[in-house]
């Protein structure tokens, strides 16, 4: 490589250092973890899971891990979910694996079982006992049933190596199957499957054992460990301790950390989580251990990765999201180009949250993840001058895009900065991820040459006669006016008044609007003297988990400590369904926890009337209240604004409405994104 590509090696001397494993080298540090992204189920899955990980090999990640493939017919997350238990399914992969050789990377298929985890009637598990998240009983393995599912762990992971595979990660936390043999709180048996430790570990070492015998000793065999469980009937450090040294004495190569079941209600990735916040549960098994550890959970950033392994943590990071939102997050480190690397933001709002909703995976801030074959930002063959009014979200995809492909692009905002309401999300408590985002666009304009224009309000009469081939209007939105009686009241005042002017809020607060913005707000409005969001000792000791490693699962009997808000504040919103039921399936739970916790009165079902010196007049199941309150909070959701939408459509201008200015309606980044880099690919 030339010292011009080599220029970000001084900066992450260690990630990016090779790692010698002995019969083969990994290029840097680093490690894709596991995601199942929904690819393996998708039509054409072999051509567009061979896209998609062949552009991350070419990205200069050490390992890339498969999301997780079934090891026999029970073990699939859902009914149809991809298995590795035929040759025809090994050689489903060859693609992938040819790709990804032929890219110069490596990788390793996840083995996973999800025993009681998973949305299909056929479960089975250690016990017939059910998880409390997921609909189905299990049916309790006999003696010869788990040997069988040993068994099928070895010959899928032969399969594996078959199809090209050069390792496997046997998936060995997150409450899955091999977790729930580890503990009491999904095995209950009495046989050498239960009981004592040493029966309970049986599974995933004769695993481990077999695997290596099976699949020789030039086969990477990563093991994913559940080093914190956070439930609290989980393993106590003791035994995660005694586990790792069997694992590694079975043969494996690597031991991966797993962090919290899912059934676990402790935020372990979300961007409330502080960033690289369980590194020490690594740092704290790497003593125990001679083979390399993998420390994982938010390190998103080529810094953050540095400093664990410069300070010790672990051998290797491994990123999973972070590499959905940039497949060349190695490389531009590689190539000291940090400014350009796109940051995984932690949302779960494109990731986790479509996967749990049974929806192909991507990403907020790059909807090309999982689209590879579809989104396509090919050069143009017919070069426009092109004029984007609007450096919020949409129109900024569409820019970046757009003269990524050799259009000229003109960027007009009528604000002093880029970035639109991110500006406004970012000053959320918890949401700090948000300043990435729009650093990264900032790199990418001056990179493609955009021609940005702020503190420039654009009128008509600024784009016609200019020579614009394609006007695209992201002028995003304006917030909903509430038509109460009062709502002009001293007391009433829009989100952006509080947000972004900064203007006083009383002690007795009612927030009008508990959709996205309404939480922020309460979020904001309560956090008070509360810790930092970025602090990590205040996470834990907010989320109950014990530092000391002293409590089994890391939890047991240990109380959440959290501030009370010092204001009274009421939530509301109309809506008879539970407060917050909108928000993001695998984050809401954690915001509603929060406001909970802090004392926020969240009501449902509530009947505006108006709002006087008394306070807010509402009703709420058929019962009149007055809050008496002093500030009203109006975050009622947004309208479009499309202000020169009469004058432009007379002006002959060739229009596109993109972001909210095309539809306010169910709105968010994801969205805005997502249109502005599809436009820009097809014009
Ligand atoms: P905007 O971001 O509104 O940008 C429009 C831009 O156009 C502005 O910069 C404006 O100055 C400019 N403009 C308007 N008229 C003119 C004109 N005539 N001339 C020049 N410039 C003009 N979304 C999520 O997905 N996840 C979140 O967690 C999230 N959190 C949020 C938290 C808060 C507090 C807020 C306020 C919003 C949040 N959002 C979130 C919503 C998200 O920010 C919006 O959906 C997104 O910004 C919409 O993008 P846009 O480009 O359409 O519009
Ligand atoms: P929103 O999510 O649509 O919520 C609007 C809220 O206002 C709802 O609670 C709605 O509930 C209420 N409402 C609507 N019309 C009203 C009216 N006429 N009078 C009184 N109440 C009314 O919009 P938002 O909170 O403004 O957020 C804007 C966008 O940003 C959303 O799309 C959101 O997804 C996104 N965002 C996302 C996040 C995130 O964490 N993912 C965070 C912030 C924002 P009722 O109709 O039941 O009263
Ligand atoms: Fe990260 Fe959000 Fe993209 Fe998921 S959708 S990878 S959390 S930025």
């Not at 001397?13 to 894709?32: A, E």
């Amino acid at each position: 490589m030339s010292s011009n590509n080599d220029a970000g090696v001084s900066l992450y001397p260690n990630l990016l250092q090779p790692l010698d494993l002995g019969f083969v080298s990994l290029r840097s540090r680093t490690i894709m973890g596991s995601m199942h992204t929904g690819l393996e189920e998708s039509p054409n899955s072999a051509e567009r899971m061979a896209e998609f990980f062949g552009l991350r090999a070419r990205g200069g990640i050490g390992l890339i891990i498969t999301g997780g493939i079934g090891t026999s017919t029970s073990s699939t997350l859902g009914p149809g979910g991809a298995n590795m238990i035929s040759e025809k399914d090994a050689d489903h992969h060859r693609l992938t694996t040819e790709r990804v050789h032929d890219e110069g990377g490596l990788i390793a298929a996840q083995l996973l079982h999800g025993g009681r985890q998973s949305f299909h009637n056929q479960l089975v598990a250690p016990s017939n006992i059910k998880s409390p998240i997921y609909p189905f009983s299990p049916h309790a393995l006999t003696d010869e049933e788990v040997e069988s599912e040993i068994e099928s762990f070895v010959n899928a992971a032969a399969l594996a190596q078959y199809g090209g595979f050069d390792g496997v990660e046997i998936m060995g936390s997150e409450g899955y199957l091999i977790n729930q043999f580890l503990t009491q709180r999904a095995n209950v048996r009495d046989d050498r499957w239960g009981g004592s430790y040493e029966n309970r570990m049986r599974f995933p070492v004769e695993v481990i054992r077999r695997v290596r015998e099976r699949c020789g000793p030039n086969f990477i065999i990563v093991y994913r460990l559940s080093m914190l469980d956070l439930v609290p009937d989980g393993s106590t450090w003791e035994e995660v301790v005694l586990l790792a040294k069997a694992i590694e004495k079975a043969g494996a190569t690597i031991i991966n950390t797993g962090i919290g079941w899912h059934e676990a209600r402790i935020p372990t990735i979300a961007t409330k989580v502080p960033r690289a916040a369980f590194t020490w549960v690594s740092a704290k098994m790497k003593g125990e251990i001679k083979i390399p550890i993998c420390a994982s959970n938010r390190i998103n950033t080529p810094e953050i990765a540095e400093a664990v392994i410069a300070d010790g943590d672990a051998g290797l990071v491994s990123m999973a999201r972070p590499l959905l939102a940039d497949p060349d997050f190695v490389l531009k480190a590689r190539q000291g180009k940090r400014k350009e690397i796109n940051i995984c933001i932690a949302c779960n709002q494109a990731c986790l949250d479509h996967t749990f909703n049974g929806k192909l995976t991507s990403c907020l801030v790059n909807p090309r993840a999982c689209h590879e074959t579809e989104l396509q930002y090919k050069p143009t063959a017919s070069p426009k001058k092109i004029a984007v009014v609007g450096a919020g979200p949409a129109g900024l995809s569409f820019s970046i895009v757009a003269a990524e492909r050799g259009h000229r692009v003109i960027l007009f905002d009528s604000a002093s900065r880029i970035g639109g309401q991110f500006n406004i999300a970012k000053t959320i408590p918890g949401k700090e991820e948000f300043h990435e985002t729009i650093a990264y666009y900032e790199a990418m304009l001056i990179k493609y040459e955009v021609e940005v224009q702020l503190n420039t309000r654009v009128a008509v009469s600024d784009l016609a006669d200019q020579g614009y081939d394609q006007i695209i209007m992201a002028t995003g939105i304006q917030p909903r006016a509430l038509a109460i009686e009062g709502a002009d009241h001293e007391k009433v005042l829009g989100y952006l008044d509080v947000l972004q002017q900064h203007k006083p809020v009383g002690n007795r607060v009612a927030i009008i609007g508990a959709g996205g913005i309404g939480f922020d707000m309460a979020e904001t409005l309560s956090h008070g003297k509360t810790h930092s969001s970025l602090d990590k000792m205040a996470f834990m000791k907010e989320w109950g988990i014990d530092s000391e490693l002293q409590a089994r699962g890391g939890v047991a009997g240990r109380e959440a400590v959290v501030d009370k808000s010092d204001r009274e504040i009421f939530l509301l919103q109309r809506k008879p369904s539970k407060v917050g039921g909108g928000l993001g399936k695998t984050t809401g739970w954690i915001h509603r926890s929060t406001m909970q916790k802090r004392g926020v009165q969240m009501l449902n079902g509530v009947e505006y009337f108006s709002i006087d010196d008394e306070g807010l007049h509402i009703k709420v199941n058929g019962e009149e209240r007055v809050l008496a309150v002093d500030t009203v909070v109006i975050c009622a959701g947004q309208e479009s604004n499309r202000g020169l939408e009469n004058e432009l459509e007379t002006s002959g201008l060739n229009i596109h409405w993109i972001g909210g200015a095309s539809d306010a309606r169910e709105l968010d980044a994801k969205r805005a994104i997502n249109q502005g880099a599809y436009l820009a690919a097809s014009l």
